[in-house]
């Protein structure tokens, strides 16, 4: 699933192609990529035919154009394989193509893609959101990211220490900070030398503090290599793959050694996913069960 990196690469494609654009034209080809627009397929074409996209925003792994003169915006979320293409003109998005888009200036036409239809597009009303800043209905119950100004490290790593469960369960709960999926926090807690396991409680607000900026730093350098691709599903918005995954540290490494220590990486079971971990680096805490390793 695309993370706050690969988010942000298509943000700033959108933002450069399509923002300031007048919409003539909006088809849909799956309902459900519409589903989270109650009105239906019909209304949900109707409210943007006409309309003018403005600024591309983005928090966590949500995306939105706000529609100038109003207070509504067109609203996504990629799911596991969505992509939005902004194509040369007259190029097809393939089978997989959802929503399309076209424009009065005739340029290049906005598709929604997505293989695995678990991505959907909305309008959505804009709502008070944090810092005066309005954010679609489905983006006001998430926390901040780590990018924005309202981000507090400190008061979220008290947060962080005050859960119950598991760091890296912590870590990706949106509800405390927006954006961070399985690959950055293993790779946040690899520069961290935290076993993902470690009970929340067991970290001092120092170590929680320098967690939090691990993971924004690790974002940071991803966003500078076009996001991680792992295959074709995750492109920018003119098809093009990013190159982070040939610089991780630890998520996908099982087997290969350690870059810091030279111990080999393992994988291990993780709530229906895969956690990666140095095993010298990133010892497990004392008092925890033990579980499965395996290979690559």
């Known amino acids: 699933m695309p993370e706050l990196p690969e988010v942000e690469v298509v943000r700033a494609g959108l ?59 067109l609203v996504g979320h990629l799911g596991m394989s969505g992509q939005l293409l902004v194509p040369a003109s007259g190029a097809a998005g ?31 009303q804009l709502v008070a959101g944090t810092a005066d800043r309005r954010v679609p209905l489905a983006v006001a119950s998430i926390a901040p990211d780590p990018f924005e100004p309202e981000f507090d ?21 949106q509800n405390l900070i927006a954006g961070v ?31 939090l900026g691990h993971a924004r730093e690790v974002m940071a350098a991803a966003l500078q290599q076009g996001g991680t691709s792992f295959d074709s599903l995750y492109v920018n918005v003119n098809g093009e ?28 079971p993780y709530a229906n996913r895969s956690s990666f971990r140095c095993p010298r680096c990133q010892r497990r805490p004392a008092g925890l069960p033990k579980v499965g390793r395996t290979g690559r």
Do not use: M
């Open 181 to 211: 999926g399985n690959i950055y926090a293993d790779e946040a807690l690899w520069r961290a030398r935290r076993h993902w396991a470690t009970p929340c409680h067991r970290l001092s607000q120092a170590d929680a503090v320098g967690l």
């Open 15 to 73: 933002q450069r192609w399509v923002a300031g654009r007048r919409v003539e034209r909006v088809q849909v080809h799956r309902d459900r990529s519409v589903r989270r627009h109650p009105a239906g397929p019909g209304d949900f074409c109707d409210r943007l035919a006409g309309a003018r996209l403005g600024t591309a925003r983005r928090r966590g792994k949500f995306l939105w154009l706000e529609l100038a003169d109003r207070q509504e915006a």
């Open 241 to 268: 793959s990013g190159y982070f995954s040939h610089t991780l540290d630890a998520y996908g490494r099982a087997g290969s050694p350690c870059q810091r220590c030279g111990a080999a990486i393992v994988r291990e």
């Open 153 to 173: 490290p400190a008061e979220v790593a008290r947060r962080l220490r005050r859960r119950s469960g598991s760091v890296k369960t912590a870590l990706l709960d």
């Open 94 to 124: 393939g089978t997989h193509t959802r929503v399309s888009v076209e424009f009065s200036d005739g340029g290049r036409p906005l598709l929604f893609v997505d293989q695995r239809t678990f991505g959907w597009l909305a309008v959505q």
